[in-house]
């Protein structure tokens, strides 16, 4: 259990939060039109549909916007390489309270003729705990899944700075692929793929597998890799030195003839990298 909670997944990205948002209000409005649970049967309105929509636009919208803000206010708390499962449950408690008490506030205002007491509050907490448990677990052990796809070894025979990571793809049909530490040069993106570069009896070998960058990034261990650019991760070790070639950088790896760009946010690390 503990390990559970504690596991590497991958960060979601701000749009895909944005399309989650959309998705779970949908499901909060299906469930509420289709099964009409917590009494909503017994509503004789006019556009009761309408009605029951306005709690999947509350909820899609309060999602979105809980974390847009989050995303942009507060980027450190995202860092892939910190992100875990109880982090993920973490940010989630507080936008399904959010909604709850929105939701409340909506049904208030529509249906009125009453006070709202605290143990409204509670009731409304539980309904949304209930409706949005659905796709909250949906999206979860989604995470789970996806953070099977990069796994990381380390052998006690083995010296402690040396590892295996081990590459499983999307596809059933690829073999996983295990690569040490030392002989990983870099990973870059490739559209639905990964392309893994390794160095092997002094030669660089490139492997493709049906994988997400970002996905690969939430588990590599942060001070052994660095993101230099939104296409690439590279081992540390294996950068050389960086060049300018024109107006843009790019770092050189060692023993090869391999440079790979670098995004000008990351210009200042990468420049204490290579000082170190």
Not at 89 to 97: A, E, G, N, W
Not at 212 to 238: C, T, W
Request: glycine fraction near 4%.
């Amino acid at each position: 259990m503990k390990k559970g909670i504690l596991r590497s997944i991958p960060v979601t990205s701000l749009r895909k939060q944005m399309l989650t948002g959309v998705v779970i209000g949908s499901v909060v409005f299906f469930i509420l039109m289709v099964f009409q649970p917590f009494g909503t049967f017994t509503f004789r309105m006019n556009h009761k549909t309408l009605f029951l929509a306005g709690y999947g636009i509350i909820c899609s919208l309060t999602y979105s916007f809980y974390y847009f803000i989050l995303m942009t206010v507060i980027k450190r708390w995202f860092v892939p390489q910190r992100w875990t499962m109880i982090r993920e449950i973490i940010t989630l408690i507080p936008v399904l309270l959010i909604m709850a008490v929105v939701s409340l506030f909506y049904h208030h205002s529509v249906i009125g003729g009453y006070e709202i007491h605290l143990s409204d509050i509670r009731y409304f907490i539980r309904i949304s705990m209930a409706v949005a448990s659905i796709p909250i677990v949906i999206l979860l052990y989604s995470k789970w899944l996806k953070s099977n796809l990069t796994t990381i070894s380390k052998s006690e025979s083995e010296p402690e700075a040396d590892y295996d990571i081990t590459f499983d793809s999307n596809n059933k049909n690829d073999k996983p692929m295990t690569v040490s530490s030392t002989c990983l040069l870099y990973v870059k993106s490739s559209g639905n793929y990964i392309e893994v570069a390794r160095m092997q009896e002094g030669v660089v070998r490139k492997s493709l597998l049906r994988n997400a960058l970002n996905q690969v990034e939430s588990i590599l261990p942060a001070d052994d890799f660095i993101k230099i650019h939104r296409s690439y991760i590279v081992n540390v070790r294996s950068i050389e030195t960086m060049v300018l070639v024109g107006s843009s950088y790019s770092v050189k790896l060692r023993d090869t003839d391999l440079q790979l760009p670098v995004s000008r946010s990351m210009i200042s690390r990468v420049k204490e990298i290579c000082l170190q």
